[in-house]
């Protein structure tokens, strides 16, 4: 399980129940990836992860959330 926490499910809900495909799109990653990051089971690169901030037009910070060694 990744040490990186999101709330990119919530958000997706929160921004007219966008389905992953949607957000998928507006980050140019496949629907598997959005899922995998969903889920914890992979890390986006920096790049993706400030375009999906950019979409629900929050901070990196209110999306991400670093578990630390937990």
């Known amino acids: 399980m990744s040490a990186i926490r999101n709330e990119m499910r919530r958000l997706r809900f929160e921004h007219g129940e966008m389905t992953q495909q949607e957000l998928a799109d507006r980050i140019r990653v496949t629907r598997q990836t ?37």
């Not at 089971?41 to 578990?67: D, M, W």
């Open 34 to 70: 959005v899922n995998a990051i969903e889920q914890g089971k992979y890390s986006p690169s920096l790049e993706v992860a400030f375009r999906i901030s950019a979409v629900f037009g929050q901070p990196l910070e209110s999306v991400f959330h670093y578990a630390g060694d937990q």
